[in-house]
C-alpha cells in the first residue's frame, strides 16, 4: 500500500499532536461487571473482548539514513525485518544503546533537532568522557534515525467506533491506516490515541507508525538515562460503542469524619450510567442519565476504612451503561499540608522512598507487568513504601499495583531539559522553562499526566510533580495553575530550587547534606521557601557502586523534624544492558562518542534485581521499628510506622541463647521505654540481635542490633617463631611441610582502596588516584628477640609513610604488629591495612565480624554474627568492580582448603577484614565483571578503612567516617595455622 508521509511534523515545534484524541483516564472496559470482577490488574488489559492488544511481533523498518525514507512509501516494496512491540530498537540490534545523562544527542538550539542531514557539532562543557572543559566534536554517523513500523489486524465491525491507544512511544509517533494519515503524538510516556473510526476497513487493515529518534519534544526528555526509541509500551485496539465511556472520573472529600465521593463519567453519546461504590461491607448505587453525555453522582457521608500504605484498604467502583462496564478501586485517603507539616488522614507521616525507573537490561524502557509487579513488591520488601516515578508517568499499571498493594507515589510529568546546563553558557536552567514559547508543550503533558492518572489521585498518588531538573518558572507556573484547578494533591517540583520560585507546594532537595536538612528543620535555611512548608529529599543517598553511605544520618532529622517528609533515595535499579553471554554494559561501551560512563549503574538493586547492599541498608534504615538500649535493661522503642499499632513483634535474642519476645502497643510516630531481662555475656561478648516480625504477614521485616560489646583477647606472651615462619626479601612467609602457604603480599601495606563510584565527585575528580600510586621499599629488615622487625617506606601522591612490622611467635600463632607512621603529607589517610596471599584452593572462610558488606558509615544493616561463605561471596558483584565487601567489626576470619586452617585473629580491639580473589591493585584497573579473574586469596586486615559516604553525586564522606592519623596508629593481629 501507498502513504505519502508527514515529513514535518516531528521538527515543527508548533506541533505536538495532530487529531490525537483529548488525554482521559486509563480504563478498561468490560462488556459485564462480572467479567470485570473475574481479571486481575495485571491481565486487565489483554483479557477483555473490548480491547485487543496489538503486541506482537510487526513488520519493521530501520532507516538509518533518514534521507533514504521516501516522502512516498510503498509498503509492498519495502523490505521489512521482524521487531516485537512493545520493545525497545537499541535493545534489538538497531542503532546501539546510547547512555548520556544531562546532554543532548544533537546540538543545542531548542526547539531545533536535526532532521535528515547529520547531526553537526556540539558543544559541551561537563561529561563523565569529557570532564569539565569546553568540547565541540561533530560526531560521525549520527542522525535522526527512523523506525517504521506496520501491522495487520483484522477488523470485524467497521462501523464501531475504534480507538487505538499506545501507552508509550519515544520520541513521537505518525500514524497512517490503509494508505491514509491519521494523526501525531509526542510525549514518550503519555498515552496517545487517535480515533480510527471510518478509516477501518471489514476485515484486514494495514497500520503504519513512523517514529523519529527525536522531535522537537525531546528537548522536554533529556533524563538520565539510556536513551531509547521505538513502541516501548503496549498497543491496544479498542472497540467502543456510543453507551461506553470517554473518560470516567472520581474524587474524594472528608469532612467531619465522613467522605463523600463523586463520580463522573463521559459517555460517546447520551446513555444511562450507574454507579456503584462497594466493598467492606458499604454498597451504594445510583442510576443516573447523562446530559451532554456526561453523569454524575456524588455518595455522601460514607463511613469507609481509609486507605494507606500501611494497610491499603481498596473500594471497588463500577461504572456501567448497557454498553459495559467499567471496574477500578478506590482508596479512601486524605491528603494534606497544615503549617509546615505534610498529613495523610491527618497523621504524621515519613516516607521512606526510592527513586523508580522503567529499566530492564534486556529490554530498555519495556517493562512487562510481572516486571512492574515485581519492582513493587521488591519495595514492600525492602521496607520502602514510596515511589517517585523518575522522571515520567509510569506504565499505567504501576498506578494500579501500587493501590493495591500499597505503596506512596509522587507520580512525574514527562520533562527535563539538563541539557540547558551542561551545553550552553553561560548554564542556567531556566533556558527553556522559563521561555513562554514552550506554554503549551508544558500544558500538554501535565494534562495527559494529570487525565492518565487523575483516579489514583485518590490514593495512591501523594503528589504530582512537575518533572525533573528544568528549572522554571514560566512553564511550570501554568502546569502548576492546570493542576490546583483540578486538583487538591499537593505539587512537587524540586527544580523549583534553581529559580526564584524556590518551591511550590513541598519544598524539595536534591542530594542536600544532612546540615542542609537539619537547618531546614531549623528553619535557617536562605531559601525561605524551604522552611515555611513540608520539605521532601526528592533524591538522597546516591546508591552508585558501594554504598550508600552515611544514610541514617538524614533519619535521625527526619524524626526529628515535623516538617522532613523524608525522602527518596537514587535510586532503585542499576541501568545497564545485558548481553547474550552474560555480560553487562554501560555507557560507553557502545561507541556512543558522548556518553556518562557507569553513572547509571547506580542503584539499590542490580539490573536484574538481586539486592545490593544498598538494599539491605534502606531495608535497615526505613525499618518499622527502632530498639535503642538506653543504658541497664532499659530499651527505647520508636514506631516509625504513621498508622500501625501492635502490629510488630519484636524477638531480642541474647547470644547466650535467651530470649524474650513482646508486641509493642507503641503509637505511631512514638517511642516508649521497656525494662527487658538481660541476657549474660558469652567469654566477655555479649550481643542482643532485635528481629522485627510482621504479625500480618509473618515476615522478618528488619534485624538490628542495639548491643554489641566485643571481647578481642589481648596480646598473648611471645616466644619464638614456629618452624616455617619468616621474613624473606622484607616479605613475611609461612610454610607448612616446605611449601610456601602464605605470604604477605607484595604490596604488604594498603593505605589506599580501589575507588568505588562514590570515590569520584561530581566534577569527575578522583580523591583516591594519588594513594594509588603507592612505591613501597624496604628500608630494613632485621631479626629482633623471638622474630623480625621490617621497615617499609610507602610513598604516594598524598605523602610518605613508614610502616614498622614485627612478626613474633607466640602460644596463638604468629603476632603480627603493625605500626604506621607519618613522616611527611596528608594526615587523613584512607586505609590501613595488611595484605597476605594465599592459594586459591583457600576458597572457604568462616568469619565472626558483620555479616555482609559493612563500612564505617554503613555498618548496622548486618548484624555481627559468625558466617561461612565462598570466598566469591565476599565480594559484591558490581557492575563497575570496585572496592567492596569489607566487614566491620570483625574478631576471627579463618581460610580453609578442606585440611588447613589459616586464623587471623583480632588482638587489642576488632579488626575490619577483606576476603578477596584478586590484589587491590588488580581491581583499581578493572571495568567489568568479567576482568574479575581470580589470581589467589587476598585476606585484608585492616586497623581502618574510610566511609563510603555519597561524592559521587551527594556529599562526600564525613569527616568523623575519615581517618585522621594524628599519632602513630598500631594494628595488631594473630595469624595462626591448625589442621581441619
Ligand atoms: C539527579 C537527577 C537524576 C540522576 C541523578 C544522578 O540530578 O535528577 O536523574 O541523574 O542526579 O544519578
Known amino acids: 500500500m501507498k502513504y505519502r508521509l508527514n515529513t514535518t511534523n516531528y521538527h515543527t515545534f508548533s506541533v505536538f499532536g495532530v487529531n490525537n484524541l483529548p488525554p482521559r483516564s486509563y480504563f478498561i472496559p468490560y462488556p459485564t461487571r462480572a467479567d470485570a470482577d473475574a481479571v486481575t490488574p495485571k491481565r486487565k488489559r489483554y483479557a477483555s473482548p473490548k480491547v485487543e492488544c496489538l503486541n506482537g511481533v510487526w513488520d519493521f523498518k530501520f532507516y538509518p539514513l533518514p534521507a533514504e525514507l521516501p516522502a512516498e512509501l510503498d509498503t509492498d516494496a519495502v523490505a521489512f525485518d521482524k521487531l516485537d512491540v512493545p520493545s525497545c530498537w537499541q535493545f534489538r540490534g538497531y542503532d546501539r544503546p546510547f547512555y548520556v545523562n544531562y546532554r543532548y544527542q544533537f546540538p543545542y538550539k531548542p526547539p531545533v533537532i536535526p532532521t535528515t542531514d547529520k547531526v553537526g557539532r556540539v558543544f559541551s562543557w561537563l561529561g563523565c568522557d569529557t570532564g569539565l572543559r569546553p568540547r565541540w566534536i561533530t560526531p560521525e554517523e549520527e542522525y535522526n534515525f527512523v523506525g517504521v513500523y506496520r501491522r495487520f489486524f483484522d477488523v470485524a465491525d467497521a462501523d464501531k467506533r475504534i480507538v487505538i491507544s499506545f501507552l508509550g512511544v519515544a520520541s513521537c509517533l505518525d500514524l497512517y491506516l490503509n494508505g491514509k494519515y491519521i494523526g501525531y503524538a509526542e510525549g514518550s510516556h503519555n498515552t496517545a490515541e487517535f480515533d480510527l473510526s471510518g478509516k477501518v476497513q471489514p476485515g484486514q487493515n494495514e497500520l503504519l507508525a513512523v517514529v523519529h529518534r527525536w522531535c522537537n519534544g525531546t528537548y522536554l526528555e533529556n533524563q538520565d538515562m539510556f ?15 456510543p453507551a461506553d465511556f470517554r473518560d470516567i472520573d472520581a474524587k474524594t472529600a472528608k469532612k467531619d469524619g465522613r467522605y463523600t465521593l463523586t463520580l463522573t463519567a463521559e459517555t460517546h453519546a447520551d446513555t ?50 448497557a454498553a459495559g462496564c467499567v471496574k477500578e478501586k478506590l482508596g479512601f485517603r486524605t491528603v494534606e499540608i497544615r503549617g509546615d507539616v505534610f498529613l495523610l488522614n491527618g497523621s504524621k507521616i515519613k516516607f521512606k522512598g526510592v527513586n523508580h525507573h ?38 499505567p499499571l504501576l498506578l494500579e499495583l501500587a493501590d493495591e498493594l500499597g505503596i506512596y507515589l509522587v507520580d512525574e510529568n514527562d520533562i527535563e531539559t539538563h541539557g540547558t546546563f551542561a551545553m550552553q553558557f553561560p548554564p542556567t536552567y531556566n533556558s527553556i522553562s522559563d521561555d513562554p514559547k514552550w506554554k503549551a508543550h508544558y500544558l500538554d503533558r501535565i494534562a495527559h ?42 505539587v512537587h517540583y524540586e527544580s523549583a530550587i534553581h529559580c526564584k520560585k524556590q518551591a511550590y507546594d513541598v519544598g524539595s532537595e536534591m542530594y542536600p547534606t544532612v546540615q542542609m536538612v537539619h537547618d531546614v528543620g531549623e528553619k535557617r535555611r536562605k531559601q525561605t521557601r524551604l522552611n515555611d512548608r513540608p520539605y521532601f529529599m526528592c533524591e538522597y543517598a546516591h546508591a552508585m557502586g558501594v554504598g ?169 606472651a611471645v616466644k619464638a617463631l614456629p618452624v616455617g615462619a619468616g621474613v624473606q626479601d622484607g616479605r613475611f612467609a609461612l610454610q607448612r611441610d616446605g611449601k610456601l602457604l602464605l605470604t604477605a603480599d607484595t604490596e604488604g601495606t594498603l593505605l589506599y582502596r580501589a575507588s568505588t563510584d562514590n570515590d569520584t565527585d561530581v566534577f569527575f575528580r578522583r580523591p583516591l588516584t594519588p594513594w594509588q600510586n603507592q612505591r613501597s621499599e624496604v628500608v630494613s629488615c632485621k631479626g629482633i628477640a623471638n622474630g623480625y622487625e621490617v621497615v617499609t617506606r610507602l610513598t604516594n601522591g598524598k605523602g610518605r609513610y613508614t610502616v614498622t612490622d614485627t612478626y613474633q611467635g607466640t602460644d596463638k600463632g604468629v603476632l603480627v604488629t603493625s605500626v604506621l607512621h607519618r613522616e611527611r603529607g596528608s594526615q587523613t589517610v584512607p586505609r590501613f591495612g595488611k595484605v597476605f596471599r594465599l592459594d586459591e584452593i583457600f576458597d ?123 599519632q602513630d596508629c598500631t594494628l595488631q593481629f594473630l595469624i595462626r595455622v591448625e589442621e581441619v
Not at 447523562?290 to 486507605?307: N, S, Y
Not at 510481572?370 to 515511589?387: A, G, P, W, Y
Request: proline share 5%; charged share 25%.
Open 548 to 716: 550508600p553511605g552515611n544514610t541514617e544520618a538524614y533519619w535521625q532529622e527526619v524524626y526529628r523534624y515535623d516538617s522532613l517528609m523524608g525522602g527518596c533515595v537514587w535510586e532503585m535499579v542499576d541501568h545497564a544492558v545485558l548481553h547474550d553471554d552474560g555480560r553487562y554494559t554501560y555507557g560507553g561501551d557502545h561507541g556512543e562518542w558522548e556518553h556518562d560512563g557507569n553513572f547509571c549503574v547506580d542503584g539499590l538493586f542490580y539490573p536484574d534485581r538481586t539486592p545490593s547492599t544498598g538494599a539491605y541498608i534502606m531495608r535497615f534504615i526505613y525499618r518499622p521499628f527502632r530498639v535503642t538500649h538506653c543504658g541497664g535493661d532499659r530499651f527505647e522503642l520508636f514506631n516509625t510506622t504513621a498508622f500501625s499499632r501492635g502490629r510488630y513483634t519484636l524477638q531480642f535474642l541474647w547470644n547466650d541463647g535467651s530470649g524474650t519476645e513482646l508486641t509493642p502497643d507503641t503509637a505511631p510516630l512514638s517511642k516508649e521505654t521497656v525494662t527487658l531481662p538481660m541476657g549474660s555475656a558469652v567469654d566477655g561478648t555479649l550481643l542482643l540481635t532485635v528481629k522485627t516480625l510482621d504479625t500480618k504477614t509473618g515476615r522478618c521485616v528488619a534485624e538490628e542490633q542495639p548491643i554489641v560489646t566485643l571481647a578481642v583477647p589481648v596480646a598473648p
Open 272 to 321: 444511562t450510567v450507574t454507579f456503584t461504590l462497594q466493598g467492606h461491607g458499604l454498597t451504594r448505587t445510583a442510576t443516573v442519565p447523562t446530559q451532554d453525555k456526561t453523569a454524575r453522582a456524588v455518595f455522601a457521608d460514607l463511613d469507609v476504612t481509609e486507605w494507606n500504605a500501611e494497610n491499603p484498604v481498596l473500594y471497588d467502583l463500577y461504572y456501567e451503561t
Open 227 to 241: 536513551r531509547n526509541n521505538g513502541i516501548f509500551r503496549d498497543v491496544l485496539l479498542r472497540t467502543e460503542e
Open 449 to 490: 499526566l494529570y487525565q492518565r492518572d487523575k483516579i489514583h489521585g485518590n490514593t495512591s498518588v501523594i503528589m504530582w510533580s512537575l518533572g525533573n531538573e528544568a528549572g522554571g518558572f514560566y512553564n511550570t507556573d501554568a502546569m502548576y495553575d492546570y493542576l490546583k484547578a483540578r486538583s487538591d494533591l499537593p
Open 844 to 966: 572457604t572462610v568462616t568469619y565472626f565480624a558483620r555479616s555482609g558488606e559493612s563500612y564505617c558509615d554503613m555498618k548496622d544493616q548486618f548484624c555481627v554474627q559468625q558466617v561461612t561463605c565462598p570466598v566469591s561471596a565476599m565480594t559484591e558483584p558490581n557492575i563497575r568492580p570496585q572496592e567492596s565487601g569489607n566487614r566491620m567489626d570483625c574478631t576471627t576470619a579463618t581460610l580453609t582448603d578442606g585440611q588447613l586452617k589459616v586464623t587471623f585473629e583480632a588482638v587489642g580491639k576488632p579488626f575490619e577484614l577483606a576476603v578477596k580473589p584478586y590484589t587491590d591493585r588488580a581491581l583499581t584497573g578493572m571495568k567489568h565483571r568479567e576482568d574479575e579473574v581470580r589470581t589467589g586469596t587476598y585476606v585484608t586486615v585492616q586497623a581502618f578503612q574510610q566511609g563510603i559516604g555519597t561524592g559521587a553525586c551527594g556529599p562526600a564522606i564525613m569527616p568523623e567516617f575519615c581517618y585522621e592519623l594524628k
Open 358 to 395: 522503567d529499566t530492564d537490561p534486556r529490554n530498555g524502557y519495556t517493562l512487562s507487568p510481572d516486571d512492574i509487579e515485581r519492582d513493587l513488591l521488591t519495595c514492600k520488601q525492602f521496607n520502602i513504601d514510596t515511589v517517585r516515578t523518575s522522571h515520567y508517568p509510569p506504565d
